[in-house]
């Protein structure tokens, strides 16, 4: 007997929709929405009427691509939260009046531990290798900056979160500061790649334990332009290579200090990557220097996997369907949640 599974995933402003049969993804569609770049950022009502006008077309994709009726389908999982309300709410109501007109069972997906179990994803004739559990995982994105214990796919601890801002939301607004577009993570990179990394430095904020914070990060960036621009009206234009890659190195390192202390605590030296951030260049090299010099097994996701998509969505979907651990009808999304 086949399971196969529609997910669908709308957490923000990607309209994801992945088919995926006994554990192989057989389809994985998405589409994004440029609309929020004029604006520096996400508009949430802008991105759920968005996602009212993508959801039919791209589950409507998933399953061609996939070849599969959708009286084939054996359940829905779909992302729940945490999310932006009206976005949730189109994918979850679509989920919900197609689970219940097909009469199978819907599932709900935490969008935190989808990103960690992308590294669990399949496709047909492939063959690599899975991080064994226990694992770490540094899961960083624009909303969240943690590292994770993860025992099971539904048993995870976080051993150390942000206390203000993530990564990928400094990124972001400092990306803003220097004038360059939304999203700003692909532009530091790009520009990055071309700069000295010891150019400039920045403050690397001294919190206890595990926990993060970059909101001083942040301010002292803004703070070292002021002063620059005073001084040179074209500062930025004269040093955005060596800015950004400075930046980029200032979070880097503090991201891997951090995980560096998380993995000596634990013992445990298998460690992943997750979320949006983990597209990021020099985080992707310095995972690969641990790994080089043997002191971890390293686990980097495809790029198509590190953004928000629904092909993760289905990874824990189909966990959960093994374990008959269904949702009901009824149930709301939630915006904010630990995993």
């Not at 960036?221 to 620059?228: S, T």
């Amino acid at each position: 007997m086949h399971y196969t599974i529609l997910a669908i995933e709308s957490s923000c402003d990607d309209t994801s929709a992945a088919v995926m049969r006994d554990g192989l993804l057989l389809s994985n569609v998405t589409a994004s929405q440029s609309i929020h770049e004029a604006y520096g950022g996400v508009v949430p009502e802008l991105a759920s009427r968005a996602h009212e006008q993508n959801i039919v077309p791209v589950v409507d994709a998933a399953l061609k691509e996939a070849d599969i009726a959708k009286e084939e389908l054996s359940a829905i999982a779909v992302t729940l939260g945490p999310g932006l309300m009206g976005s949730l709410l189109v994918g979850v109501s679509f989920a919900k009046g197609m689970a219940s007109a097909l009469g199978i069972p819907l599932i709900e997906v935490n969008h935190l531990q989808g990103h960690i179990m992308a590294h669990f994803i399949k496709v047909p004739d492939e063959d690599k290798a899975l991080p064994p559990f226990p694992f770490l995982c540094l899961m960083v994105s624009g909303g969240n900056s943690q590292i994770v214990r993860v025992e099971a796919y539904n048993k995870m601890e976080i051993l150390g979160q942000t206390i203000d801002d993530a990564a990928g939301e400094a990124i972001d607004k400092c990306s803003k500061v220097m004038g360059f577009g939304y999203p700003g993570g692909p532009i530091i990179d790009r520009l990055a790649r071309q700069g000295n990394p010891n150019a400039f430095s920045f403050s690397k904020p001294n919190i206890k334990g595990l926990d993060y914070s970059f909101s001083g990060l942040k301010t002292s960036f803004l703070y070292f332009l002021r002063d620059r621009l005073a001084e040179d009206p074209d500062f930025i234009a004269h040093h955005k290579e060596d800015l950004c890659a400075s930046l980029e190195k200032t979070i880097v390192d503090i991201l891997m200090k951090k995980l560096v202390m998380a993995s000596k605590e634990t013992g445990i030296r298998h460690v992943a990557l997750s979320g949006g951030v983990s597209a990021n260049t020099a985080l992707r090299r310095a995972f690969e220097e641990m790994g080089e010099k043997g002191k971890w097994k390293i686990y980097i996701p495809k790029f198509s996997y590190t953004t928000d998509n629904a092909a993760m969505i289905a990874m824990v979907g189909h966990y959960k369907l093994l374990d008959r651990d269904f949702c009901p009808l009824d149930k709301p999304v939630f915006t904010r949640t630990t995993i």
